[in-house]
């Protein structure tokens, strides 16, 4: 009788999870140097015939050795922060009155700015997302795969490749800048 009852309760908490090809990523710029300002969106992907999405919550990480974030916008209209973005912890964001649904494939759900940090060694740094789900517009649980934004580090010293100079008085030339 307890199996039948444990089983019974499994396939209802089954039934009433869905998955469906739904993935929530950080998208945006791919490369950066110590110093600069960057824009990463936390940005939901799916197919056309997926239902229409209510909110959405994940896990959101990044190396704070080489990145600072600076400021976080929510990007859809009339959708709420319960949980702010934060590194190595949980975000959420949702529309509790449910009259702002997202029905496009795509959409950027949340645009981050982060600063790379000056004194960065690291050639490249990534920001991951995992243990995404969303809610649909029936608030039926909807798992969504997580996925990573690589970001390469480019340090000004390395890149310098100065071969000639030209001055209105005069040329500099076979320069060496080691």
């Given at each position: 009788?307890?199996?039948?009852?444990?089983?019974?309760?499994?396939l209802?908490?089954?039934?009433?999870?869905?998955?469906?090809?739904?993935?929530?990523?950080?998208?945006?710029?791919?490369?950066?140097?110590?110093g600069?300002?960057?824009?990463?969106?936390?940005?939901?992907?799916?197919?056309e015939d997926?239902?229409?999405?209510?909110g959405?919550?994940?896990?959101?990480?990044?190396?704070?050795n080489?990145?600072?974030?600076?400021?976080?916008?929510l990007l859809?209209n009339?959708?709420?922060?319960?949980?702010?973005?934060?590194?190595?912890?949980?975000?959420?964001?949702?529309n509790?009155?449910?009259?702002?649904?997202?029905?496009a494939?795509?959409?950027?759900?949340?645009e981050?700015?982060?600063?790379?940090?000056?004194?960065?060694s690291?050639d490249?740094?990534?920001?991951?997302?995992?243990?995404?789900?969303?809610?649909?517009g029936?608030?039926h649980?909807?798992?969504l795969?997580g996925s990573?934004?690589?970001?390469?580090?480019t340090?000004l010293?390395?890149?310098?490749?100065?071969?000639?100079?030209?001055?209105?008085?005069?040329?500099?030339?076979?320069?060496?800048?080691?």
């Open positions: 009788m307890k199996n039948k009852i444990i089983v019974f309760i499994l209802i908490l089954f039934l009433g999870i869905k998955v469906d090809a739904i993935s929530l990523k950080p998208t945006g710029a791919n490369t950066a140097k110590p600069d300002t960057l824009k990463v969106y936390i940005t939901l992907e799916r197919t997926e239902e229409t999405i209510s959405v919550d994940g896990l959101i990480k990044w190396d704070s080489v990145l600072t974030l600076k400021d976080q916008a859809i009339k959708w709420t922060e319960l949980s702010e973005v934060s590194n190595n912890e949980k975000f959420a964001y949702g509790l009155s449910l009259d702002n649904l997202i029905t494939t795509s959409a950027n759900i949340v981050l700015t982060f600063t790379v940090n000056n004194d960065v690291a490249e740094t990534k920001i991951e997302i995992s243990s995404a789900t969303a809610t649909d029936d608030s649980i909807v798992r795969t990573s934004l690589t970001i390469a580090i340090n010293s390395s890149v310098n490749t100065l071969k000639t100079l030209s001055l209105s008085s005069g040329t500099i030339s076979n320069f060496s800048p080691s």
